[in-house]
Nanobody, 127 residues
């Protein structure tokens, strides 16, 4: 079992920045691939970004590419999502997700590929 706890959400003006954190416990963090997903009101949950177990491979949704950065600190059992140049359409509940232990440095972009989910953190962007 992997437990995930997100933090760092809040209210920010358009153009501003936020950094989300996701602390993991219950498994060997360096063996886990991680991802961030988001769900806006009335919409389905969607992929935002993901990172391989070592932190060297990443993937981004087109809508956030160039503005968001995912990083993974295997010494702190934490994955981060740095969000810059935020737009009102970025407002959503952001969820951290983890695979189980994986044998490669691949990243994963599909929700079904993740076994563990955090409770979510709200990001609100005012225009």
């Amino acid at each position: 079992q992997v437990q995930l706890v997100e933090s760092g959400g809040g209210l920010v003006q358009a153009g501003g920045s936020l950094r989300l954190s996701c602390a993991a416990s219950g498994s060997t963090f360096s063996m886990l691939a991680m991802g961030w997903f988001r769900q806006a009101p009335g919409k389905e949950r969607e992929f935002v970004t993901s990172i391989g177990r070592s932190g060297s491979s990443t993937s981004y949704a087109d809508s956030v590419n160039g503005r968001f950065t995912i990083s993974k600190d295997n010494t702190k059992n934490t994955v981060y999502l740095q969000m810059n140049s935020l737009k009102p359409e970025d407002a959503a509940v952001y969820y951290c997700a983890s695979t189980g232990p994986v044998g490669s440095n691949s990243y994963y972009t599909k929700q079904y590929e993740y076994s563990f989910w955090g409770q979510g953190t709200q990001v609100t962007v005012s225009s």
